[in-house]
């Protein structure tokens, strides 16, 4: 069984940092891809960023130049910096594992069904 938990979140000030971490237990196999995906209450869940298995990576317009995403396979966790913080990027944040390449969207598809593995979520506030 595959569990996702992830860690970080918290409440900044605009222009701000956080680094979000999301620890796998359990085998994920890194030929398949993993992401980060965000939820605003009302709003649907958004994918941000997504690395694929040969590291490559994708990004939401909106976080693109703020948000990295990157991994670490041998300890089996994912991360998210985040500089640059806005108000708008409050959300509760989600890592994502096992998830498939689709032909227009490759690891980072506007359908969160794209991914079977998902964590609980952590919150990030960003104040003005």
């Known amino acids: 069984q595959v569990q996702l938990v992830e860690s970080g979140g918290g409440s900044v000030q605009a222009g701000g940092s956080l680094t979000l971490s999301c620890q796998a237990s359990g085998y994920i196999d890194s030929n398949y891809c993993k992401a980060w995906y965000r939820q605003a209450p009302g709003k649907q869940r958004e994918g941000v960023a997504s690395?694929?298995?040969?590291?490559?990576?994708n990004y939401a317009d909106s976080v693109k130049g703020r948000f990295t995403i990157s991994r670490d396979n041998a300890k089996n966790t994912l991360y998210l910096q985040m500089n640059s913080l806005e108000p708008e990027d409050t959300a509760m944040y989600y890592c994502?594992?096992?998830?498939?390449?689709?032909?227009?969207?490759?690891?980072?598809?506007?359908?969160?069904?794209?991914?079977?593995?998902w964590g609980q979520g952590t919150q990030v506030t960003v104040s003005s």
């Open positions: 690395i694929d298995n040969d590291g490559g990576t």
């Open positions: 994502a594992a096992d998830g498939h390449y689709t032909s227009d969207y490759a690891c980072l598809g506007p359908d969160p069904n794209q991914y079977n593995y």
